[in-house]
């Protein structure tokens, strides 16, 4: 009786390990898209709520870059405008003068031309006031064009400086630090009141929310995949065993490689495979560099 318990015992155990035997047909790790967000204006931070691990959306303000000189280049700018253009000719008073002669003539223009009608005044008399309109005319039209052609060219002189409130605008836009996408800080590079000079690395950002498994699979295999397959993949769990999740083909490599050197005997790593990515969501569980198995 004592023989037969040891033996139903061992069957027990052999049969609890095939049960636990995982027959995968790929592996490989995790990784995603890492974006480095770096700072695109020069001066101290004066401001940056960036911590590893903090979510953030697109679009947040998660700093400011000292901006105050910036500031003041854009007022003395402005400054230098209202100087430049408080040159213009005032068009209209300057022309008042003549506007007013040729009221009185054209009053004299009529009065004549009335005259002349009732026979009290000759045709000399009207020409000579038709001509004195005439010319007033032309002296308005010539002090207008020459006071307009002044006025466009000092209104141009203005606008180089515009041009540089546009830049210095787009500079101070700059020294906020603006969040471009959603995702999970991985890595910080800097903190509050450190330089900043455009092009160095503020933080690292990533949308973990799902996750993509690189894994190889031999040329026999490349049959039986395709893209937008769904796959099961598994990760070892706290218990031993393995967690599953579902995960969907989004790329296949369309060229053979040697088998990456992560693997551990050479006569693997002589072996052609074709690299396949799995986009698997992540339920906060899978790591980026984590080990996975891959069932088609």
Known sequence: MKYISIFAFA??????????????????????????????????????????GKQLHAGDQIGYIDSVQLYLKKKQL??????????RPDISAQTAALKEQLKDAEHEQNRISNLVRDKAATGKQLDDINSQVDVINKQIEALQSSLG?????????SDPLKVQIEET??????CKIINPINGTVLT???????????????????????????????????PKVKLNQ?????????????KEHEGVVIWISD?????PK???????????????????????????????????
């Open 169 to 174: 605008n787009d500079q101070l836009a700059k």
């Open 188 to 222: 910080k590079y800097v903190e509050k009141d450190e330089m900043a000079i455009p092009g160095k690395p503020l933080y690292k950002i990533a949308d973990i929310s799902s996750l993509i498994l690189r894994a190889y699979i031999t040329g026999d295999q490349l």
């Open 230 to 242: 769904k796959v099961k993949v598994l990760v070892d769990d706290s218990a031993g065993k393995y």
């Open 11 to 52: 069957i027990l155990a052999f049969a609890s390990c095939n049960s636990n035997k995982n027959d995968s047909d790929a592996s490989g790790t995790f990784e995603t898209d890492e974006t480095i967000i770096s700072a695109e204006a020069s001066g101290i931070i004066k401001q940056f709520s960036v911590e590893e």
């Open 255 to 259: 060229k053979a490689e040697f088998t």
């Open 78 to 87: 402005e400054s230098q405008i209202k100087s430049v253009l408080v040159q």
């Open 262 to 296: 992560t693997i551990q005997t050479k006569d693997e790593r002589a072996n052609l495979v074709y690299a396949v990515k799995i986009k698997t969501a992540n339920d906060g569980t899978l790591k980026i560099g984590m080990y996975a198995e891959v069932k088609f």
């Open 149 to 157: 052609i002044t006025s466009k060219s000092i209104s141009e002189q």
